[in-house]
């Protein structure tokens, strides 16, 4: 078994074996299937079924756990007059873009957007009912059902400060069909950000694999299109994760 094949079945049942606790029927589905808009319509409201209170559910972890990843990529602004743009992609019912909005000092309008309108109505009806309150008065929250192969048709280039993806090239790269979707979500993430922002890939994918993914994905027509970096997070429940930070390049 290859490097990246075996990487990407243990991790895959990994995140399986998480939700599967909870929604034993979802399993199936679940491992073939994480790229598809029914697939998290159905856990979503099978998740929201089974508790009379909202609770946020989390893939791998929470933003406390990576709070110093992501913060100091928010402390400059290279427009001044403009809120710093922050995207959550594949946000789910995580309290990641959230808490970003709530600890940001700087200014920013935090995104989260999620292929299920599920997943996006249950935060909407969270916000109401609990209002968060920002660091920064004049930062802004929302959230929007939005496909992330699709990105192009919510944002132009070079419009985005930080995109945050936990987890989400996991379930894509791990379902049947996903691989050449997260392909091109790569990227549409790319063209997005501006050349001072940065797409950060939370997964517990070993760098031998995700690293040369990520570095053969990035070229364009031959040209290497962005830097890639990768920092361990941490190990937790047995697990070691890893933040891939990776930064489009000026086009000369």
Same mark, same amino acid.
């Given at each position: 078994?290859?490097v @990246?094949?075996?990487?990407?079945?243990l991790?895959g049942?990994?995140?399986?074996?998480a939700?599967?606790?909870?929604?034993?029927?979802?399993?199936?589905d679940?491992?073939?299937?994480?790229d598809?808009k029914a697939t998290?319509d159905?856990?979503?409201?099978?998740s929201s079924?089974?508790?009379?209170?909202?609770k946020?559910?989390e893939?791998f972890?929470?933003?406390?756990?990576?709070?110093?990843?992501?913060?100091?990529?928010?402390q400059t602004?290279?427009h001044?007059?403009?809120?710093?743009q922050?995207l959550?992609m594949?946000?789910?019912?995580s309290?990641? *873009?959230?808490?970003i909005?709530?600890?940001s000092t700087?200014?920013?309008r935090v995104?989260c957007?999620d292929?299920?309108p599920?997943?996006?109505r249950?935060m909407?009806?969270?916000?109401?009912?609990?209002?968060?309150q920002?660091?920064n008065?004049?930062?802004?929250?929302?959230?929007?059902e939005l496909?992330c192969t699709q990105l192009h048709?919510?944002?132009?280039?070079?419009?985005?400060d930080?995109?945050v993806?936990?987890?989400?090239?996991?379930?894509?790269?791990r379902?049947?069909? *996903?691989?050449g979707k997260?392909?091109?979500v @790569?990227?549409q993430?790319?063209?997005?950000?501006r050349v001072? *922002?940065?797409l950060l890939?939370?997964?517990?994918?070993d760098p031998?694999?995700r690293?040369?993914?990520?570095?053969?994905?990035a070229r364009?027509?031959?040209v290497v299109?962005?830097?890639v970096?990768?920092?361990e997070v941490?190990?937790?429940?047995?697990?070691c994760y890893?933040?891939?930070q990776?930064t489009?390049?000026?086009?000369?």
């Amino acid at each position: 078994m290859s490097v @990246l094949l075996k990487s990407l079945t243990l991790s895959g049942r990994r995140m399986v074996a998480a939700s599967a606790r909870y929604h034993s029927s979802l399993t199936t589905d679940l491992i073939e299937n994480m790229d598809k808009k029914a697939t998290w319509d159905r856990f979503y409201t099978e998740s929201s079924s089974r508790t009379a209170t909202f609770k946020n559910f989390e893939w791998f972890f929470s933003f406390d756990t990576v709070r110093d990843f992501i913060m100091p990529l928010l402390q400059t602004k290279s427009h001044p007059d403009a809120l710093l743009q922050v995207l959550d992609m594949g946000c789910g019912t995580s309290s990641l *873009g959230p808490s970003i909005y709530r600890h940001s000092t700087l200014p920013c309008r935090v995104t989260c957007a999620d292929i299920s309108p599920v997943a996006v109505r249950l935060m909407q009806e969270h916000v109401r009912t609990e209002a968060i309150q920002p660091l920064n008065l004049s930062s802004q929250l929302e959230f929007v059902e939005l496909d992330c192969t699709q990105l192009h048709k919510r944002y132009s280039s070079g419009t985005l400060d930080l995109i945050v993806d936990k987890g989400t090239t996991d379930a894509l790269v791990r379902s049947k069909e *996903g691989r050449g979707k997260a392909s091109v979500v @790569l990227k549409q993430c790319l063209k997005a950000l501006r050349v001072s *922002g940065s797409l950060l890939q939370f997964s517990d994918e070993d760098p031998d694999a995700r690293l040369l993914w990520l570095e053969t994905e990035a070229r364009e027509q031959g040209v290497v299109a962005a830097d890639v970096a990768v920092q361990e997070v941490g190990e937790l429940r047995g697990v070691c994760y890893y933040c891939y930070q990776i930064t489009p390049r000026a086009v000369g």
